[in-house]
């Protein structure tokens, strides 16, 4: 079992950047596939990257492709989201996922996913 606790959310101006850390408890974290989500008001939860247990292979959703990075240390127990050129769109509470079956890779189903943090709120405005 893993704990994830998201941190690094916050307001920012359009254009700006924002990197979001999700820290994991416990000493499997280097053996699970994380994802990123985020949740506007009235939306569904969307896909946004997700990064092999590895490290060595990522994947991003069209819509944050080129903007975002995901990245993970798992010496550190970590994942990050790097937000560059952020858009009053990209507006949503980000969430850190991590699926305990190697095979859950590439998904953008979120139940999917076996563990989940509480979530942290990024803010863009125009």
């Known amino acids: 079992q893993v704990q994830l606790v998201e941190s690094g959310g916050g307001l920012v101006q359009a254009g700006g950047s924002l990197r979001l850390s999700c820290a994991a408890s416990?000493?499997?974290?280097?053996?699970?596939?994380m994802a990123w989500f985020r949740q506007a008001p009235g939306k569904e939860r969307e896909f946004v990257a997700a990064?092999?247990?590895?490290?060595?292979?990522?994947f991003h959703a069209d819509s944050v492709k080129g903007r975002f990075t995901v990245s993970r240390d798992n010496a550190k127990n970590t994942a990050y989201l790097q937000m560059n050129s952020l858009k009053p769109e990209d507006t949503a509470v980000y969430y850190c996922a991590a699926a305990a079956t190697r095979s859950i890779w590439r998904s953008r189903v979120a139940n999917q996913y076996d563990y989940w943090g509480q979530g942290t709120q990024v803010t863009v405005s125009s």
């Open positions: 990064i092999i247990w590895s490290g060595s292979d990522t």
């Open positions: 416990g000493r499997t974290f280097s053996t699970y596939n």
